[in-house]
């Protein structure tokens, strides 16, 4: 019993030391700053950075980095380095690809990398809260070009998303806490 109390706030350690910034560059290595000015993300902050490169267009996106966004932080990764921002407190993007024949498995949602079927479409789109019943989202809209579309929802949410689409409706857990998904792709409508 000793042991666990020893070890888990070691590994607590461990772990919160992964969730901050980069401050300093290892050799070789460039600061968090010109990291993000590099790949076109200059001055922008966890959301913007999310919210910019979720929207590109997907023949516009960034072949050299990978963004995966976490349920508090967002990793950005090249050939030579990862760059760490946090999410603004008490919230979680989650994005979310409606189907209707064809998806793919997801956790992490990969900004640069991930594609949806239904690209540029427009949606109905109704969250949930489990707890409370309280209607978190309620709004037509279009997917991106790359079949998402991404909502900030608060932490430690649980609930239903419900998605409508030329009269096919599908619906979905969510969760937003420490080990709930950012990508939700088990969507299908029907």
Known sequence: MKRAAIVAPALALVLAGCST????????????????????????????????????????????????????????TDDHQE???????????????PYVNQTHDCFYHSLTTCLGELGNEPIQVTITDGTSGEVLVDEETTTFDNGFVGFWLPDEATGTIEVTHQGRTGTTEFSTTDDGVTCVTDLRLT
């Open 83 to 97: 760059v760490v921002l946090d999410l603004p407190e008490d919230l979680t993007y989650v994005s979310i690809a």
């Open 21 to 76: 910034p980069i401050s300093e560059p290892a050799a070789g290595d460039v600061s968090s700053e010109e990291f993000l000015a590099a790949h076109d993300l200059a001055g922008m902050d966890a959301a913007g950075a999310i919210d910019h490169l979720d929207q590109m267009a997907v023949a516009d996106r960034p072949t050299d980095l990978i963004a995966s966004v976490r349920t508090d932080e967002l990793l950005l």
